[in-house]
């Protein structure tokens, strides 16, 4: 069932090596490396010359008897290495403890995710799951020992300039898996290059990136050059990630890979229940372990005993009550993460088990018992608009149907890390991967009972978050930590733990009645929303409101009535996740519109373009649209696309008798947090250094959407730079006083208009330092890479440092301080939108798209694969054109796995799907071909007309592929995913079909 696109085998195109082309027989170093590779030609070279018979197979270790005496010898790097080590240690963490080579990752701990991979004899190995003892006697090569080969160095740079790297935390990885792929097989297959990095697993890129990087690596001709917008300097161009070399080497350190001399290292004892009294608790069996240092419990608090983001009702520490299984106890701080670990084991906690409450209707009844004390309701919202009753009697039909989503793991490849220390001011610091640096420091500090500027966050690059990365989960107790120890603290989840504690996307379910008149057009929508929250509220209300207001989609809709009710249950905590409650309404809103449109005899893509909602609407969340809203665009796009592409496909298809649909879907989303909070307004820091390079100081943190080059981009256009010029420091406390955090799509827009707010200060005050040093007006000048320069002229009148050399000389330096704070009115729109006054803003912008799926059902197996995706979004001007090509693949990926398989499976409040390889992610071997159109309509507010683009393209991707599935089988899904063992046995009856 794989449709794969290989290179010519017939070897008629080859080019042989000439003088020109030596590099790919020969080893260079990297300057001659990165010279030839930029001036080489298109090229098309055979793939294995040899014939697929004679491609050496990939090798296997051989067993052998590990060192009885605990004493292993081998190279690493080739130098030779001796440890006196428990032969049955895993190899990756002796690379990383003992050797401190923290290039190979530990993404699960259980051989799944292939992060970890290293090469033992040139065989490439799981080294989380390779006992020590099986490399005695042999040559271990870690990413780090492999950087400076010349393959390698083919392999980071083909990597960096496809953009197959995002948040990297994986990219070693692959490099390496890929590096042994090439050896023995230099002109690989695009069959070959997945079956080597089959096993591999990336949240980010959704892997086609990954394999074209292999391709380019081994067939230099194939790279694709991306051209940018002539229109501007920079704007528009795929300016690769500043970090990328790093990523791609090993040498990037995440949370994890930090230590220092003195650590303590903490582990937590979560419940054993999810609902349960604690009765007695003893920690004194902890401290007979050797290496115990304190032991932590809630009577031990300084200050504050509950937490949250926006209501405090999570425990630090639990002491009467359990909760849920992701409620800690005690933290136990030892010099030893063996110590740590044996110590929490050791202590003894009694409970009176409870029975759960595992259902929000359970929750909701009278007779449950109550979570809270004001009840088991967590959210309850209700709009209206118009008249419902007479909308939908206006309907010459009326389509009423039930759905269901799943609770979903963000399974992000690293897992929880943190850090702390006292600084020399006596800060308490903390370093870790964090979504909201500022709002954690202002939670911790109440925690310690100290001011908020006592406490630093440092954050650190994140490898993928999605929203999950927003909530604390282990960064506080290490910051307690270390106010109680004055010692540095190290915290590390393993994958269970992991999967444990962080919150999830809220399962919901979904009553949705919509109709429609015989002119196509919607008369009126009522949704009824359930959702289960967790023990505690987390973001839950932010995606209750994101839920509701997006009811309708984005069509325009006279008569609605929605009511969203979220419940506390025993279950595992939700929170924020990609697409947080706009994925669950439009997977309901979809479905209907695909079928509502057949069933009145309507095109269900001119059924949307008859619906969709243009500037000057009023949306379903009381918002006028601006007038850079431009969904019937992207319908209309989408549909040219389908009706010249895909709709043929399928008609050949079906000729062949085989099963194939067509799917489609649309959606809008809000950008940045809106509600009226002041989370959008941020501040931006900018200088020109001595050295006459820039330094820019933003709030903003990077999780491998590629936020700092594209900032990096804004600033460089304003100042007519490099942006290489230019330095970020982001997501550290300590540098700005205040930041929002960074989630709802917002970092482009309001972010990089902060950036651009804040270069053209910077510009302006520098050209007031030319005039005054040089005299005229300042419309005589210009600012240009190399420095200002006359505006008729070319030739600078002096660099960049001799700028800053004047500026310190006048004792006028180079700074600008600015920011952007978007217009948008306080709180909710009101439950009547019809009184919602019409310049209401519940949001600083929306952003749009449209996607259609082209999917086939296999009957003799009973199994699904989608064979394209069209892809059509509107990002405003596209500031990255590689990054806007990596966040749409990613996202159309996670939503592959959204629609057919990803679901945390929960049974009376215990997590089932424990291990990183149950939970469905998709794997290479489901990479799909992602048809991307991107229109580019400009916002006035956004930086250079820029919009938003990260969360919308995930969002209709599930419902496209299940009304796809529809198409091609008739078979509707209402409760997501649709997995094998949901559809299986439906999908086979097709058979009686042929």
Not at 192 to 199: K, S, V
Not at 758 to 785: F, H, M, Q, W
């Amino acid at each position: 069932m794989k449709d794969r696109k290989n290179g010519p085998d017939d070897g008629s195109n080859l080019i042989l090596p000439g003088k020109d082309f030596d590099y790919l027989l020969n080893p260079m170093d990297r300057r001659t490396f990165l010279k030839v590779m930029a001036a080489a030609p298109v090229i098309v070279l055979p793939e294995s010359p040899a014939g697929p018979d004679k491609v050496p197979k990939k090798k296997k270790l051989t067993k052998k008897s590990m060192p009885k005496d605990g004493m292993a010898v081998f190279r690493v790097n080739h130098k030779e290495v001796s440890l006196t080590v428990d032969p049955n240690r895993p190899l990756l963490n002796v690379l990383r403890e003992e050797l401190s080579l923290t290039g190979a990752k530990c993404g699960c701990g259980q051989g799944f995710c292939g992060a970890c991979t290293v090469l033992v004899d040139d065989v490439p190995v799981r080294s989380c799951i390779t006992p020590v003892g099986l490399a005695d006697g042999r040559r271990v090569m870690t990413i780090e020992g492999l950087a400076d080969e010349d393959l390698m160095i083919r392999l980071q740079h083909s990597f960096m300039d496809c953009g197959a790297l995002q948040c990297g935390f994986c990219s070693p990885g692959f490099l390496v898996e890929a590096l042994a792929l090439l050896i023995r097989n230099p002109r690989p297959t695009t069959d070959d290059i997945m079956d080597a990095l089959d096993g591999h697993y990336c949240r980010c890129t959704g892997y086609n990136k990954i394999i074209k990087a292999v391709r380019v690596a081994a067939f230099p001709g194939e790279r694709r050059k991306i051209m940018g917008n002539s229109k501007y300097f920079c704007i528009g161009t795929p300016y690769l990630d500043v970090t990328g070399l790093d990523k791609a080497a090993g040498k990037l350190r995440y949370a994890a890979d930090h230590t220092t001399a003195g650590t303590l290292w903490g582990k937590i004892l979560w419940s054993a229940h999810p609902r349960a009294k604690i009765t007695s608790m003893s920690t004194k069996p902890s401290f007979s372990v050797p290496g115990v240092i304190k032991v932590i419990t809630a009577w031990d608090l300084p200050a504050a005993k509950l937490r949250g983001p926006i209501i405090q009702d999570q425990p630090v520490l639990a002491d009467v009550q359990v909760n849920c299984l992701a409620d800690p106890i005690v933290l136990v701080l030892a010099e030893t993460p063996e110590a740590a670990a044996k110590g929490a084991d050791a202590v003894k906690v009694d409970y009176e088990v409870l029975d759960p409450v595992v259902s929000p209707w359970e929750a909701l009844k009278p007779t449950a018992p109550k979570l809270h004390e004001g009840g088991n309701t967590a959210e309850k919202i209700f709009i209206q608009r118009g008249d419902i009753t007479a909308g939908m009697e206006q309907g010459v039909r009326v389509l009423e149907s039930d759905y269901r989503t799943q609770r979903v793991e963000h399974a992000y490849l690293e897992m929880e890390a943190a850090m702390s220390w006292l600084d020399p001011q006596g800060r308490v610091c903390l370093m870790s991967a964090s979504q909201a640096p500022h709002q954690w420091q202002a939670q911790i500090a109440a925690m310690l009972g100290a001011a908020p500027e006592n406490v630093r966050v440092v954050t650190t690059p994140a490898g993928g978050a999605f929203g999950g990365k927003t909530d604390l989960t282990i960064q506080h107790l290490c910051a307690i930590g270390t106010a109680q120890t004055k010692r540095p603290v190290k915290i590390s989840l393993t994958r269970e733990e992991s999967i444990l504690v962080h919150p999830k996307r809220h399962p919901m379910t979904i009553h949705h009645a919509l109709a429609a008149g015989r002119d196509g057009r919607i008369t009126g929508v009522r949704a009824m929303f359930m959702a289960d929250t967790g023990p505690y509220l987390s973001h839950g209300r932010w995606v209750a409101q994101n839920a509701a207001l997006l009811a309708t989609g984005p069509y325009r809709v006279p008569n609605l009535e929605v009511e969203m009710v979220m419940a506390y249950t025993n279950n595992p905590i939700s929170g924020i996740m990609r697409g947080a409650g706009s994925a669950q309404a439009v997977f309901a809103v979809e479905s209907q519109m695909d079928q509502l449109a057949k069933m009145i005899g309507w095109d269900p893509l001119d059924f949307r373009i008859t619906n969709a909602l243009v500037p000057g609407d009023k949306s379903g969340c009381g918002q006028i649209m601006p007038a850079g809203f431009s969904l019937v665009q992207c319908l209309e796009l989408l549909s040219e696309k389908v009706r010249r592409d895909i709709l043929p496909t399928r008609t050949r298809a079906r000729r062949e008798g085989r099963f194939v649909g067509v799917g489609y879907a649309a959606a809008y989303l809000p950008v940045g947090i809106g509600r009226g909070l002041d989370l959008d307004s941020t501040q931006v820091g900018l200088r020109l250094t001595d050295q006459g390079k820039f330094e820019m100081i933003v709030p903003s943190t990077e999780l491998g959407q590629g936020v700092i080059s594209t900032l990096s981009q804004i600033a460089a256009e304003t100042l007519s730079v490099n942006p290489a010029e230019i330095t970020v420091t982001s997501g550290d406390t300590g540098s700005l006083r205040q930041g929002p955090p960074t989630m709802g799509a917002k970092e482009t827009y309001i972010t990089g208009r902060a950036v651009e707010n804040t270069a053209r200060l910077l510009a302006a005050n520098a050209i007031a330092l030319v005039v005054k040093v040089s005299g005229g007006n300042p419309e005589d000048y210009r600012l240009t890479k190399n420095g200002p320069a006359k505006s008729r002229g070319n030739a600078p009148i002096c660099t960049w440092a001799e700028l800053a050399g004047w500026a310190q000389k006048a004792g006028q330096p180079l700074v600008s301080v600015s920011g952007y704070a978007p217009d948008t009115k306080t709180g909710l729109p009101p439950e009547n939108l019809d009184q919602a006054a019409p310049d209401f803003n519940f949001a600083p912008s929306f952003v749009c798209g449209a996607q259609a799926a082209l999917v086939e059902a296999f009957p003799d197996d009973g199994g699904i694969k989608v064979l394209k995706v069209l892809a059509c979004h509107d990002a405003g001007r596209v500031i990255n054109p590689l990054n806007v090509e990596a966040q749409v693949e990613g996202g159309v990926m996670m939503g592959l796995g959204y629609a057919l398989s990803e679901e945390l499976v929960v049974e009376k409040g215990r997590i089932v799907t424990k291990a990183l390889s149950e939970l469905g992610v998709p794997t290479l071997d489901q990479a799909v071909e992602i048809d991307i159109m991107m229109m580019e309509v400009p916002d006035e507010q956004g930086p250079f007309g820029a919009k938003s683009l990260g969360e919308i393209t995930f969002v209709p991707t599930a419902p496209a592929i299940i009304n796809a599935l529809a198409d091609a089988t008739g078979i509707r899904v209402t409760s997501l995913p649709a997995s094998l063992e949901k559809v299986g046995e439906k999908i086979h009856d097709l058979k009686k079909k042929r």
